[in-house]
């Protein structure tokens, strides 16, 4: 058996783009995941992190198969499903869930928290032993819900208690790996510990593999073991949460990482904050060579023209830049 529980090999998402209208023509291509290679282990967070547009929630729903990947390889517990039919993913969807970012919109607002949480059950034909009502009761009290709210519908509950219901849905058939796309950016920060903890208490008991997409770094620090930072649909860095978050390489993690507030106001005032000058560039035409290059301070030549390798520069520690940061 794998200890990975995930690989992607140079995954790549391009999505076409059409002037409309009768004649529907290809105008371009978005090339919202270009080229990514990570692996989760059994048992471990990853966190996936970088700015709106950067292709992290791509990443997320390609390697569950919701989009289908242009190139590239996605191997899940060992076996290669990258061209695997929706007829034959089927069988392998219990093992690969998703709590998604919305508990508002994720949830049927005319079923109740019961058949919500029941369905996959329904779906792949699954009797749980005790009876479906008995095991959605456990569920909703594994995740911190009254077990005889069963019948109520999801507007009776405030979003963190919404997001749990998402997670009993996700856990229902013990799945091996969850795809958890920014699960607390729409909550409240009180609501969002109560869920990151959550997250937590659960990995530790069932064993559960996650790939957390996310853009509050805070949060990301807490829960992952190490952390992939994504740049106009590329890695550029990717190490242990630890040495990214106190010796970042890359330029653009640093620039990152420096506009996470320190709780401590002498520090605070005294840190260099790095500011990024422009936009993100479009990623129907991303910039030549580096695609960080045109906000980058320490651009050159090379960075222009030469796309940088992503190469290991220490133990667990990957990175893609011409000119790093000082270790």
Same mark, same amino acid.
């Given at each position: 058996?794998?200890?990975?529980?995930?690989?992607?090999?140079? &995954? @790549?998402?391009?999505?076409? @783009?059409?002037?409309?209208?009768?004649?529907? +023509?290809?105008?371009?291509?978005?090339?919202?995941?270009?080229?990514?290679?990570?692996?989760? /282990?059994?048992?471990?967070?990853?966190?996936?992190?970088? =700015?709106?547009?950067?292709g992290?929630? @791509?990443?997320?729903?390609t390697?569950? *198969?919701?989009?289908?990947?242009?190139?590239? +390889?996605i191997?899940?517990?060992?076996?290669?499903?990258?061209?695997l039919?929706?007829?034959?993913?089927?069988? %392998?969807?219990? !093992?690969?869930?998703?709590?998604?970012?919305?508990?508002?919109?994720?949830?049927?607002?005319?079923?109740?928290?019961?058949?919500?949480?029941s369905?996959?059950?329904?779906?792949?034909g699954?009797?749980?032993?005790g009876?479906?009502? *008995? /095991?959605?009761?456990?569920?909703? =009290?594994?995740?911190?819900?009254?077990?005889?709210?069963?019948?109520?519908?999801?507007? =009776?509950?405030?979003?963190?208690? $919404?997001?749990?219901?998402?997670? #009993?849905?996700?856990?229902?058939?013990?799945?091996?790996?969850?795809?958890?796309?920014?699960?607390?950016s /729409?909550?409240?920060?009180?609501i969002?510990?109560?869920?990151?903890?959550? %997250?937590d208490?659960?990995? !530790?008991? %069932?064993? &559960? #593999?996650? &790939?957390?997409? #996310?853009?509050? &770094?805070?949060?990301?620090?807490?829960?992952?073991?190490?952390?992939?930072?994504?740049?106009?649909?590329?890695?550029?860095?990717?190490?242990?949460?630890?040495?990214?978050?106190?010796?970042?390489?890359?330029?653009? @993690?640093?620039?990152?990482?420096? #506009?996470?507030?320190?709780?401590?106001?002498?520090?605070?005032?005294?840190?260099? $904050?790095?500011? %990024?000058?422009?936009?993100?560039?479009?990623?129907?035409?991303?910039?030549?060579?580096?695609?960080f290059?045109?906000?980058?301070?320490?651009? !050159?030549?090379?960075?222009?023209?030469?796309?940088?390798?992503?190469?290991e520069?220490?133990?667990?520690?990957?990175?893609?830049?011409?000119?790093?940061?000082?270790?």
């Amino acid at each position: 058996m794998s200890e990975n529980v995930l690989t992607l090999e140079n &995954l @790549t998402k391009h999505f076409d @783009t059409t002037t409309g209208g009768v004649f529907n +023509k290809v105008k371009g291509v978005v090339k919202a995941v270009d080229g990514v290679t990570l692996d989760v /282990a059994r048992g471990e967070t990853v966190g996936l992190v970088g =700015e709106s547009g950067c292709g992290k929630t @791509t990443v997320g729903r390609t390697v569950l *198969k919701l989009y289908e990947p242009t190139s590239g +390889k996605i191997i899940f517990d060992g076996q290669d499903i990258t061209k695997l039919s929706r007829r034959e993913m089927k069988p %392998l969807r219990s !093992q690969m869930q998703m709590i998604f970012q919305d508990p508002f919109a994720s949830l049927n607002p005319r079923h109740t928290v019961g058949t919500i949480v029941s369905a996959s059950y329904d779906i792949h034909g699954i009797k749980p032993e005790g009876g479906t009502k *008995k /095991a959605v009761q456990e569920l909703l =009290e594994r995740v911190g819900l009254n077990p005889e709210h069963i019948n109520r519908f999801p507007h =009776e509950f405030s979003g963190g208690q $919404r997001q749990r219901i998402g997670i #009993a849905r996700a856990l229902a058939l013990k799945p091996k790996l969850i795809v958890a796309d920014e699960p607390v950016s /729409a909550l409240d920060v009180s609501i969002q510990a109560q869920v990151v903890n959550l %997250l937590d208490d659960l990995q !530790q008991e %069932l064993g &559960l #593999a996650y &790939l957390f997409v #996310a853009h509050d &770094l805070s949060v990301v620090q807490h829960i992952s073991d190490r952390v992939v930072v994504m740049y106009l649909g590329k890695v550029m860095e990717m190490a242990d949460t630890a040495e990214l978050f106190f010796k970042p390489r890359h330029p653009y @993690t640093k620039a990152l990482l420096s #506009a996470v507030p320190i709780p401590d106001p002498e520090i605070e005032r005294k840190r260099e $904050r790095i500011i %990024l000058r422009g936009d993100l560039p479009s990623p129907v035409n991303p910039p030549a060579g580096c695609v960080f290059n045109t906000r980058c301070w320490k651009a !050159q030549d090379i960075c222009r023209t030469s796309v940088p390798a992503l190469v290991e520069i220490s133990p667990k520690h990957t990175l893609a830049c011409h000119f790093p940061e000082p270790a």
